[in-house]
């Protein structure tokens, strides 16, 4: 089956939503923008063996490529709107890439984005690349660079709890809260909303809680103090790890696609939905603490899969 | 090196156009679309050992990933406007991404399209997959399908050098002529704005003329009778392989970047930097003649490398 038959097959279908003038098929896909919006325009790759085991269901591969993107646009305060997908294939057979397809639209359909166009290629491991455009009220995205002293930080969800369920999977185990937070993660789309406006400054965790609250520090120029007690811990992850294990992964493990962001001090009343974990400092480096106590954490960045 | 650092070294300068509000380093970019116009997006994906041999100069494939692109927002009628790009890294040493990043940023500089964001990844060997947003006026996009019978087939430049140059290469050999038309593609932008609103119908050649034809002719629900003596050659493809080998060169290789395009009979005048080569038919097929004969083509699809 040749590039043209697999993209007529499995990626093209009808149009749903409104502005795309023209689709999957041509040489570019054709939209209208809405007009006084912003764009934000989002690219991410998964690359096999890298980002995920070479065993992950294509439907999973699918669904993540997706939700990870998605997840940069939670972050950027902005509502998804098209995507476009860029496919290295390796000798998958077709049945693998009815599955991707069939992964990749459900994700799309649980999030209101839709697919305008694509290539596919061949090469020797697959590579998936999604690039993702989003619509934002002008001057009320979400940047990393907002952060001030005194600030709140705040994380949505249990951090850790996609990297203890990648660690199952890793170890052929399998449970029914852990491994489906790594399989199929869930961009914080509503929150990211909510946000715009109202957050000072947002990030999406995918390299690890304190490595990628490190990086929105370094953007606004800020330090931050982090109440390791504070971080929230899945019921799940405390009973299959222990508490002490619970905390690594939730400190350092990636994947996770929360929303780590800070807000004045006066904003807590809307946010109850999130957990303050930390204070906005004038130093120039992300503290953990336990108390009065400092807590070393390991934050050279999180191994995605190896 | 970590990813960050790579992309603050070689990939994150000062913003020079309009729009952009926000460019690389947050989790997204944002910009401003113009009132007025849609928007073409496009993306495409260049795979070490598929599309481009290993020992090809890292610059040469920064280019070429931003010209192959750029050629489909020309065949789209569009003006470019921002780029991201996702570039999975084997064991690549600085000094090709540094390499790759100004032939990169020459293409983009060439050609007036800017930077705005991106992903670099791991992997076993290098991928590069560029997405290019454009804007053109509503209703007035370039798409393969609205050739009709009687539609004059027309071509630009001279195809087939890039497929003779990538030969020369493949031979360890080098010329003035036909090996740059394979390094640096020239995506026929100010040709694809002439003809919006102009031409029936637009395709960029990058399988080959007969192959891409094809394709039109197929979006449009129509054939096309193809005067082969009319295929215009370089000087450069006939002196070093001879007429026939050029010919087929020019039927059969991609990686040219022509615009192929149909227009109204009476649109002659507009189009002479362009060569007549044949004539939209009521058929569903490309059928190429000498004369009263009909030449066999092997369009089965033009080996990009390997």
Known sequence: MDEFDLIRRYFTRRVRTDGVVVGVGDDGAIFESTPGMQQVQVIDTLVEGVHFPS????????????????????????????MTLALTLSDKDEQWVEDFARGLFAAADDHGVELVGGDTTRGDVVVATVHVTGEV?????????????????????????????????????????????FLRPVPRL????????????????????????????E?????????????????????????????????????????????????????????????????????CRRGDEIVDVDDAGYRHFA
């Open 219 to 287: 953007a606004s120029g800020v330090g931050a103090d982090l109440d390791v007690d504070a971080v929230p811990l899945s019921d799940a992850i405390v009973e299959r790890f222990g508490r002490d294990r619970a905390v690594d992964f939730a400190l350092t493990g990636g994947d996770d696609y929360e929303l780590c962001f800070t807000a004045p001090a006066g904003a807590n009343d809307h946010l109850a939905w999130a957990t303050a974990i930390g204070v906005i400092t004038t130093g120039n480096a992300v503290t």
């Open 55 to 82: 065993n992950l269901h294509a439907a999973d591969v699918g669904y993540r490529v997706v939700a990870v993107n998605l997840s940069d646009i939670a972050a950027m305060g902005a509502r998804p709107r098209w």
């Open 190 to 217: 509503a929150e990211g909303r909510v946000l715009a406006g109202v957050a000072s400054a947002c990030i999406d965790v995918s390299d690890g809680l304190v490595a990628d609250l490190t990086k929105l520090c």
């Open 137 to 181: 009220e002008a001057g009320r995205a979400l940047l990393r660079s907002g952060a001030r002293a005194g600030d709140v930080v705040y994380i949505t969800g249990t951090p850790g709890d996609a990297a203890a369920g990648l660690s199952l999977i890793e170890d052929g185990r399998h449970d029914d809260h852990l491994v489906p937070r």
